[in-house]
């Protein structure tokens, strides 16, 4: 399985994480020093608020962006065994917007939409629920969310075909949801696209049906147009270090010179 991953955007992502979560903390701490100033009393509680919802946001995104191993690498790992025909393109550019996970396979491209949530996971058509007492989802505020996988996955199939027709490019797209922690629960009802586990990806992928008229030159120009930008990490392609045999070259040989005429 061949990689490519735009690594810039894992390092602006670690980057904005640590400065919202400083600059919330920073808006807390204040919040408590505005807080002695009766005629400050609602700046004070506007700062807390404020504070508050930046410092959990940041901390969500250090918790996904600067721990080890992160989402994209858990699915390197998880489909490993796929051969070269298959490419996974993290966090690549399309149109405005980024798409996390992406795989390029013999029938198409398959969109990725990542999980790393624990617990028990209710779905029912679109609707998603993390179930849980108060306490604890107090406790997980700061930690990986749900969301609405099916809407995001759906969101980031629109905007992949958009740029492939963008490109004059015909492709199929399809997408699947993926839940990476070893120790979440899922009830599924009415799925809008398949929901997995995260050991249960490669041996999907492999059934995936392929598409003789999505060619191979397609399906290069297709990773091109996702793995252009700075800092991205492409699969190495392999040359041998043997230095070339020197080749001897043999005379021709020498004719031998006409006999003189007689005289």
């Keep these: 399985m061949q990689i490519v991953r735009h690594a810039q955007y894992v390092k602006d992502r670690k980057r904005r994480g640590r400065w919202m979560a400083l600059l919330g903390f920073l ?3 204040g919040s408590l020093f505005i807080a002695w100033f ?3 009393l609602i700046v004070a509680y506007v700062s807390m608020l404020i504070g508050f919802v930046m410092f959990n946001i940041g901390m969500q995104l250090i918790g996904k962006w600067s721990r080890d191993p992160r989402n994209d690498q858990i699915l390197d790992h998880r489909l490993k065994g796929l051969g070269d025909r298959y490419t996974v393109i993290h966090y690549p550019q399309v149109g405005k917007s980024v798409i996390e996970h992406l795989l390029v396979y013999p029938g198409g491209i398959l ?3 990542a999980k790393e949530v624990d617990g028990k996971i209710s779905q029912v058509r679109q609707s998603w629920r993390k179930k849980g007492g108060l306490f604890r ?3 997980s505020f700061s930690g990986p969310q749900v969301g609405n996988p099916s809407f995001e996955t759906e969101n980031a ?3 992949v075909e958009a740029f492939l027709e963008e490109n004059q490019l015909e492709v199929d797209v399809s997408g699947a949801v993926v839940f990476l922690h070893p120790k979440v629960e899922l009830e599924i009802t009415e799925p809008d696209f398949p ?3 995260g050991e249960e990806m490669e041996e999907f992928v492999r059934d995936l049906p392929s598409d003789e008229t999505f060619t191979e030159e397609e399906r290069t120009r297709v990773i091109e147009l996702l793995s252009q930008g700075a800092n991205v990490e492409k699969p190495v392609v392999e040359r041998s270090s043997r230095r070339p045999r020197p080749v001897k070259r043999v005379a021709a040989p020498k004719t ?5 005429a007689s005289a």
């Design 27 to 29: 808006l807390l701490s």
């Design 157 to 159: 199939i629109k905007k």
């Design 111 to 113: 969109v990725m939409t």
């Design 137 to 139: 989802r107090l406790f």
């Design 195 to 197: 929901v997995l586990h």
């Design 38 to 40: 009766p005629e400050f």
């Design 256 to 260: 031998k010179s006409k006999a003189k």
